[in-house]
Each structure stands twice: as structure tokens, then as C-alpha cells.
């Protein structure tokens, strides 16, 4: 329509209703837009834009047009040169499935279960910090959404809400606590306590920081927690040896000497399952089941920590080829479709967690917005399972994998 008439050459009335046609059409376009379309809220919840959100790139992309430079950063940041995040998704791509076919897939069911809870399909929010930097409501918002959708929350010991208030505001919802060990034992023995009196379900044991990993862009904005928030969980325990600070909390708090030790010590303060976050080799998946831990988490940090560890996809398999099924093999890092999704439980993980793509979401537009995630996520993994020829999540193995390509 639009090239019709600039190739037309009008006279002054016909020019006039051109213009008025144009006018039209344009509106007409605009108003049927914003109808097939979701209306966005930034975190104020004012009306700002509207784009149609369809794959969770497009929350990325609205995350980054949204968050201030130095949040989208520490966000987005990656160790060094980013090899190792940017290869967590480039490995999915290079993987190619081998789809059965007349199986009759008219209904699929996406449940599992994790650590023997019911899950309404393999995909979880792996922990990370600070979600009030992305919305105001933060962690709160993160728990209300996966307690909807009905999947698990893993959160961040770095969370700007504390533990009590995840809890209060799901609570029916299935949630993890991802720790570090400090320095100062008390201060983890503390929340170890705490969570399991809240009734988390389960301790995630986060092992691959000894050190914070450099992050370039959060050195060049000299990044820092905001004056209005803080790490909540731990107010008031850090407070006497405050000094220079590293992520909200002061500098060196973490203990690097810890080592396969300090699981016995962990096992001897909770009766939690406790989940190891940071293996990527055969070695320590066996050490891990050797030092009697309920699960694996094949994770390299989303690509923060050590720049050339392997992208998570392909460590998967020799771990779960040592771990031989005597403890469950979950895996993170670089999941943003159903295909992602599909490609690492064939390839043995019995569930997965997403980072930053939850905080994408909360940016968009708060607990909808994770929920939104979550469910085209959810959509998109039941669709890959149907066009692959799977009935149900245990039909999801190996024979789909196309090794040949590998
Ligand atoms: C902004 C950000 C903060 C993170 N904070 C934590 C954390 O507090 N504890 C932790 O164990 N992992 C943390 N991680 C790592 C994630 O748990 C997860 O391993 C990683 O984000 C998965 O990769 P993905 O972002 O590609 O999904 C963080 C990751 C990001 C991106």
C-alpha cells in the first residue's frame, strides 16, 4: 500500500488524500499492534512501550533498551573476554536432534520431579543477586512468579530481599537456598539454620568462587550496590569489619581455602539435601557423589568465573556418564529455548536453570514478567518434545542426540 502510492504521481487533491490515507493506514496498523501485542510497565509500572514478547531474546532485548548501563552490565557481564558465556549458547546451537516421528504426541507431559518434588516441567531459576536492581519488589517478585507457574526457585544468598521475605511471599512455593562458605563459619552456620527453619528444601553449595572473576565492565563502572539496597541476609553481620566493599558485602568475606571437607561440615549442620553448584568434570562429579551430595549442578557461572571453562552443554555428558544416576545432574548456563531445553535433558541433565533470562523478565514487568519467561519457555519445550516424537520427559534420551554432528 504504502509503495503504491509513492510511486504514483498525485495531483494536489490526490496528494491531500494521500496524505490522509497514509495517516490511516499507519493508524490502523499502530492500534492492531498494540491489540496482538502485551503492553509493557517499567518498573514504576508506567505504561512505556509495546512490543509483542515471543522468545525470551525479546526480554533481553527490552531488558537492555530498560536497565541503566551499569546494571544491564553487571547483568550481562562475563568473565575476561566472555569466551566461556558466549560459547554456553553457541554449544546449543551446534548440537542436532534426530526427531521420531507417528507417535501420536496429541498431549505431552512436561512434569518431572526434582529431589522427589513434582515440578510442572524441567526448568528452574538458577540463583543470582540483586533482582531489585531489575525491579522494585526483587526476590519477592521472582518467588511469587515460580510459585505460580509451580517450578523451583534457587535464591541467591545475594538476594536484596531477605530469606524470610522470599518465604512469606510464596509460600507454597518450592525453593532452594544457594550458599557460600565464609570466612567466619558463624555467618553461614546462621543462614543454614535460618532457611531450614523457613522450610527451604534444599541447600545449593555455590563452588566455583574462591575469587570473584573479572569482570570488565563492572571494574570500569566501578560497579556498587545502590545506597537504597543491600544484601539483606545479612544485615547487621558483616557490620563490624565493613570496609572496602566487593558486590554488597565487604571485600574477602568469602573463604577460599575451603575443601571437600567443609561438605562433612555442611552435612553436619542440616539435614537439607545438599546440591553442589560449579562441577564441570568427571573428577569431581565422582568426588561429589563420593562425599555423599544429593545432586549436581553442571554450571560454569554463566560464563563469570573462569574464562575457557567449557560451555555447560558439553561437560554435561561425561558427568553424567561418571554419575551413572546414583545422584541427580542438573546443569545451567546459556538456556534460552524448548530446544535448549530438550537438548540437555537427552543429554542426561534431569532439569535446568535459567539466570539471566529470569531477570529479563523481572525488568519487563515484574512477577508477570518471570512468569511470562517461564511459560514460553514451558510452551516452547512441550512443542520440541511434541515435533521430536516425546510423549513425556522420560522418553527424552540420548537416541535424539545426532552425535555424528558433534
Ligand atoms: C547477574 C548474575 C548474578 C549471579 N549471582 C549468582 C549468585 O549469587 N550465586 C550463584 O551461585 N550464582 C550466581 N550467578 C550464576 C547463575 O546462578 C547461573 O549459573 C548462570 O546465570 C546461568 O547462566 P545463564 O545466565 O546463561 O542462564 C549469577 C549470574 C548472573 C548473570
Redesign the pocket.
Known sequence: MYCFFSLWKPSQTTRKLQTFINIQVMTFFQQNKGRMSITNCNREGAHCAEMAMVCLNDFEEYAKGHLSKAVWD??AAGADECCTRDD?LMAFKRIRLRPRILRDVSACDTRTTVQGTEISFPVGI????FHCLAWHEGETATARATEAVNTCYIA???STCSVEEIAAAAPAGYRWF?LYVYRNRKVSEQIVHRVESLGYQALVL?VDVPYTGKRRDDIRNQFKLPPHLRVKNFDGVFEENAGLEEYGVPANTLDPSITWKEIYWLRSLTRLPIII?GILTKEDAELAVEHGVQGIIV?N??G?QLDGDPATIDALSEIVDTVQGRIEVYL????RTGSDVLKALALGAKCV?????A?WGLAYKGEDGVREVLQILNDEFRLCMALAGCRNVSEINRNLIQFSKL
Open positions: 553487571y547483568y554456553n538458577a540463583p543470582t543477586a541467591s544468598t545475594y544457594q555455590t553448584k554450571s557461572h554463566g563469570r545451567d548456563g546459556g538456556i536453570f535459567i539466570g539471566r533470562p531477570v
